[in-house]
């Protein structure tokens, strides 16, 4: 009998939770209905879509570890989602994932409120945006080791990141990018102030741009044992990157690339400066050209010991180097590598000099002797 008495107990107790759950409900639903905050089970906000890992906005997801609103967009150039940032408003997330997506996908981006007038990125929550990892700019994050912006931009011809350099300011690092977007994608490239002029590169943050390892400039580079600018080419023929010279000017560094690409690659080869004439190339820095290992020129190299050029040519028979000679002046040497290509692989040879007459004689060598 009185386990009978316990059975209906339950039963009722069973019965009052699933009433109150139904008031719950229907507490629920009017709420929604009254475009009131809902009630959750644990008597908590539903706005408690914190505690779950989406949002009802495009671009919007709850951060549990952070307590916020975290907002990502999808870059169209690196195919991959980007921290915008977080906030403690699912609004300001929101609008704040549309001013990114305006930036980068254009005006006819889809937005969370196609109304509104794009204004400033609502404020970060608890913490600053330089100590994000991101930007909303294109080519720019935060570097927390040097607690400034950093500005990179993604080589087609290298295949890899280059490095533009570090930043005070956001909006410089930015400005920066559109500078060395410019200089190596061409006028017709994607920036992140489209509507400015492309003036100089802003100044770079505690350093100078030598001390640096790359440069804004193609085939350009940093070098801190010489403290001077340096310069590489790669071979087309040889697929090895050649020694250009060391320069004190970067602007005189991305010149002298602009001569050698154009000996090596013909007039119609990428340049830093494409609307500069061809001049001679710049003095090299604190010593002479023949002190170097190599030359700007195909199949000649300096010989320290000698103290001599000396060119070499790949026979095509038998895939080996072959000497040619030594000769006291670069160009001597360079048109004595002509000569040989030519009666080697025949009229069609590259050459160093293919717009000059035809050599028939060879230019005198070091102590007579070829």
Same mark, same amino acid.
């Given at each position: 009998?009185?386990?009978?008495?316990? $059975?209906?107990?339950?039963?009722?107790?069973?019965?009052?939770?699933?009433?109150?759950?139904?008031?719950?409900?229907?507490?629920?639903?009017?709420?929604?209905?009254?475009?009131?905050?809902?009630?959750?089970?644990?008597?908590?906000?539903?706005?408690?879509?914190?505690?779950?890992g989406?949002?009802?906005?495009?671009?919007?997801?709850?951060?549990?570890?952070?307590?916020?609103?975290?907002?990502?967009?999808?870059?169209?150039?690196?195919?991959?989602?980007?921290?915008?940032?977080?906030?403690?408003?699912?609004?300001?997330? @929101?609008?704040?994932?549309?001013?990114?997506?305006?930036?980068?996908?254009?005006?006819?981006?889809?937005?969370?409120?196609?109304?509104?007038?794009?204004?400033? !990125?609502?404020?970060?929550?608890?913490?600053?945006?330089?100590?994000?990892?991101?930007?909303?700019?294109?080519?720019?994050?935060?570097?927390?080791?040097?607690?400034?912006?950093?500005?990179?931009?993604?080589?087609?011809?290298?295949?890899?990141?280059r490095?533009i350099?570090?930043?005070?300011?956001?909006?410089?690092?930015?400005?920066?990018? $559109?500078?060395?977007?410019?200089?190596?994608?061409?006028?017709?490239?994607?920036?992140?102030?489209?509507?400015?002029?492309?003036?100089?590169?802003?100044?770079?943050?505690?350093?100078?741009?030598?001390?640096?390892s790359?440069?804004?400039?193609?085939?350009?580079?940093?070098?801190k044992?010489?403290?001077?600018?340096?310069?590489? !080419?790669?071979?087309?023929?040889?697929?090895?990157?050649?020694?250009?010279?060391?320069?004190?000017?970067?602007?005189?560094?991305?010149?002298?690339?602009?001569?050698?690409?154009?000996?090596?690659?013909?007039?119609?080869?990428?340049?830093?400066?494409?609307d500069?004439?061809?001049?001679?190339?710049?003095? !090299?820095?604190?010593?002479?050209?023949?002190?170097?290992?190599?030359?700007?020129?195909?199949?000649?190299?300096?010989?320290?010991?000698?103290?001599?050029?000396?060119?070499?040519?790949?026979?095509?028979?038998?895939?080996?180097?072959?000497?040619?000679?030594?000769?006291?002046?670069?160009?001597?040497?360079?048109k004595?590598?002509?000569?040989? @290509?030519?009666?080697?692989?025949?009229?069609?040879a590259?050459?160093?000099?293919?717009?000059?007459?035809?050599?028939?004689?060879?230019?005198?060598?070091?102590?007579?002797?070829?």
């Amino acid at each position: 009998m009185a386990g009978g008495e316990d $059975d209906e107990e339950e039963e009722e107790e069973q019965e009052d939770q699933d009433g109150l759950q139904a008031l719950a409900d229907a507490a629920v639903a009017y709420g929604r209905s009254q475009g009131e905050p809902s009630v959750s089970q644990g008597g908590e906000p539903e706005g408690a879509k914190r505690q779950r890992g989406s949002s009802r906005y495009i671009g919007v997801c709850w951060n549990e570890a952070k307590s916020a609103w975290r907002v990502r967009v999808m870059d169209p150039v690196t195919k991959s989602r980007r921290h915008i940032g977080r906030y403690a408003s699912e609004e300001d997330a @929101a609008r704040a994932y549309d001013c990114a997506a305006v930036q980068a996908h254009g005006p006819d981006a889809k937005r969370n409120f196609p109304d509104e007038a794009i204004s400033e !990125l609502p404020a970060i929550l608890g913490e600053q945006r330089k100590q994000r990892s991101s930007s909303r700019f294109v080519g720019v994050c935060w570097n927390k080791a040097h607690s400034s912006w950093l500005a990179s931009l993604w080589d087609p011809q290298t295949k890899r990141q280059r490095h533009i350099g570090y930043f005070a300011s956001e909006e410089d690092a930015a400005r920066a990018y $559109d500078c060395a977007a410019v200089h190596v994608l061409g006028a017709g490239t994607r920036r992140n102030f489209p509507d400015e002029a492309i003036s100089e590169m802003p100044v770079t943050l505690g350093v100078e741009q030598k001390q640096r390892s790359s440069s804004r400039f193609i085939g350009v580079s940093w070098n801190k044992a010489n403290s001077s600018w340096h310069v590489r !080419l790669t071979d087309p023929q040889t697929k090895r990157s050649r020694s250009v010279g060391n320069f004190t000017s970067e602007e005189d560094a991305a010149r002298a690339y602009d001569c050698a690409v154009v000996q090596v690659r013909g007039p119609s080869a990428k340049r830093n400066f494409p609307d500069e004439p061809i001049s001679e190339l710049p003095v !090299l820095v604190g010593e002479k050209r023949k002190q170097r290992g190599s030359s700007r020129f195909v199949g000649v190299s300096w010989s320290k010991s000698s103290s001599v050029w000396h060119v070499k040519l790949t026979d095509p028979i038998t895939k080996r180097s072959r000497h040619i000679g030594c000769f006291v002046d670069e160009v001597d040497a360079a048109k004595a590598y002509d000569r040989a @290509a030519v009666l080697a692989r025949g009229p069609g040879a590259k050459r160093n000099f293919p717009d000059a007459a035809p050599i028939t004689e060879l230019p005198a060598t070091v102590g007579g002797k070829s």
